[in-house]
Structure formats: C-alpha cells, structure tokens
C-alpha cells in the first residue's frame, strides 16, 4: 500500500469516526513517517471558525492489518495568540538549543554503538581489557 492510499484510508477512518463535527471549511495534511497530522478548519453552529489539529498514528498488527490512534486540539479564535506566540516559543527555544539535526532514539542507538565500535577499536593493544579479545588472539 503506498502512502497516498494510506492516507486516504486514514482520512475516511477519521470522518466515519467523527460524525459529530461539520465538513472541513480548509484543510491541510502533514506526513511524517508513521504519523500524520491533520490541521483543519470547521465552523461552529453560530458559523464561527476554529482550528482542530489531529494527530493520526498508523500501527501495523503482527497479522498485517492496521489501525489509527489519534489525539485531537481544538483551537479557538480567542486562544490564536497566544498559542501561536508559545509555539514560536518552544519552537525557537529547541532549535537554539539542539539546531535542526533530528536525532531521535534509533539515531542515538546506532550513534552509541558506533561510538562503542570506535573506542573498542581505537584501543591500543596495551590498554585492552581481559573482554576485549580478538579471534586473532586465541
């Protein structure tokens, strides 16, 4: 299944599931890996606008078949501001703090096993310990 057919399987999931909220006035989507994040326009019953923002992650059973859990924000006019001013925030905050390398848990994994194969290796044969032992040794 490609990602265009996951995603429209994982758009008619959430509207059969969210009968209760009218139509999209706008819609944009965001794919990310496992995860797709919906932002959305709606209008209230007074024909007022609102943001929700929908997190949907796609989780594959042993037997092949999947499923979505999602998280929903609901955003209301009087709350924009504010937001948007803490996301900018939080944003800015991790960027000056960890720059734009994403360095998620795999990454870290391989990094630290990379950097143990390095150090092993680098050793000079004096400083090895009884564990660090070559099949050249034996």
């Known amino acids: 299944m490609n990602c265009i ?6 758009r008619k999931y ?3 599931n969210d009968m209760l909220e009218k139509d999209e006035i706008f819609s944009k989507v965001l794919r990310a890996g496992r995860r797709t994040y919906f932002f959305d326009v709606r209008a209230t019953k007074a024909d007022d606008y ?10 594959t059973e042993e037997d092949g078949s ?16 504010a937001f948007s001013e803490i ?21 870290q994994r391989d ?19 009884f564990t660090d032992i070559d099949f050249d040794d034996i």
């Open 5 to 10: 057919e996951t995603l429209l399987i994982d």
């Open 14 to 16: 959430m509207r059969e």
């Open 50 to 59: 609102y943001i929700t923002i929908t997190e949907s992650k796609k989780f």
């Open 66 to 81: 999947f499923h979505f859990k999602k998280h929903k924000i609901y955003l209301y006019k009087e709350d924009f501001a």
């Open 87 to 107: 996301l900018e925030e939080m944003t800015a905050y991790v960027l000056n703090h960890k720059g734009e390398e994403v360095i998620s848990e795999r990454h």
């Open 111 to 129: 990094f630290k096993r990379e950097y143990q194969q390095e150090t092993v290796e680098e050793k000079p044969a004096s400083e090895k310990s």
